[in-house]
């Protein structure tokens, strides 16, 4: 079977089992079946591809038609013009929080300051910022310890092993160091709307780094609280947080001794990220 048949077979299959991006997805599916990139391979749809590629694309496909997210399939996700290695233990990085790793880039550029990432998942905020900040140094850490296996390997990835440590403990512990920037991605979704996210995420993400709660404020408010506590006096706590959720949140953090500095809206001009200073 030549490439472009091979494309179309895979794109047929993808959309009877209602992915939106079956052509998209069977490009990229067949380019991991040739260990190509996806250019390269729609550069010759004349090329004639072997049967044991066929068979790994079939599992491929097969594994996709149940709305297994592209990002577990490949076993990575690009973030901050990076590759991340991901998997199920992982929340897939989303472009919207890339919107909270340039601002607090433009904020500490050129500065020397230690980092605390709570809910590490892959490392990708504390490994973006890190890798602009060259003076910086950080923790991430994670009650997942598969997470953390993840998060390190990433950090070995992007040469940030000496910088970087990822540890596998819950927020409830007791930190003996400060820092000057706390920064979390918590998981923010309303317990009874987690069965109207679509099959790629429920089926497939994590079920930890999305529930919040009933109120979906359960772990934001533990942030906050223990941000306190663990933040220099005029540090910054930066905050991903869920649309809909800024007034509420905003109340928490009055209530707790913060100052807001800056909200970042997403594309969709929501407010998804909250930045502030704990007086």
């Known amino acids: 079977m030549k ?12 959309k009877e089992n209602k992915i939106k991006s079956h052509i998209l ?3 990229i599916l067949l380019s991991k079946s040739l260990n190509k990139l996806r250019e390269e391979v729609l550069i010759d749809l004349d090329r004639e591809i072997e049967e044991k590629n066929i068979l790994v694309f079939k599992k491929y496909l097969k594994r996709r038609s149940r709305h297994e997210p592209i990002a577990y399939i490949l076993e990575e996700k690009e973030f901050w013009s990076k590759k991340f290695a991901v998997n199920k233990s992982t929340l897939i990085p989303r472009p919207e929080t ?4 340039e601002k607090l880039l433009k904020i500490y550029k050129g500065k020397k300051i230690s980092i605390l990432d709570i809910g590490t998942g892959s490392g990708c905020i504390l490994i973006s910022l890190l890798s602009d900040l ?5 923790v991430g850490i994670d009650i997942s310890a598969n997470a953390i296996l993840v998060a390190k390997k990433n950090a070995l990835k992007h040469k940030l092993k000496k910088r970087i440590k990822f540890i596998n403990k819950s927020l409830n512990t007791i930190f003996v160091k400060k820092f000057d920037l706390v920064v979390s991605n918590p998981p923010y979704i309303e317990k009874k709307d ?4 679509s099959n790629d995420i429920k089926r497939y993400e994590p079920r930890i780094a999305l529930d919040g709660g009933n109120d979906g404020l359960d772990v934001i408010k ?14 910054t706590l930066a905050l991903e947080i869920g649309k809909g959720q800024i007034k509420k949140v905003s109340n928490i953090l009055i209530d707790n001794n913060f100052r807001i500095k800056n909200v970042i809206e997403d594309y969709k001009t929501n407010v998804r990220c909250v930045l502030a200073t704990y007086k």
């Open 134 to 138: 060259k003076q910086s140094t950080g």
């Open 3 to 14: 490439t472009l048949e091979t494309i179309k077979l895979g794109s047929k299959i993808l």
């Open 98 to 101: 890339e919107l909270l790793v």
């Open 194 to 197: 987690i069965k109207n996210l």
């Open 25 to 27: 997805d069977s490009e």
């Open 222 to 235: 533990k942030v906050i609280y223990k941000s306190k506590n663990i933040l220099k006096i005029n540090g």
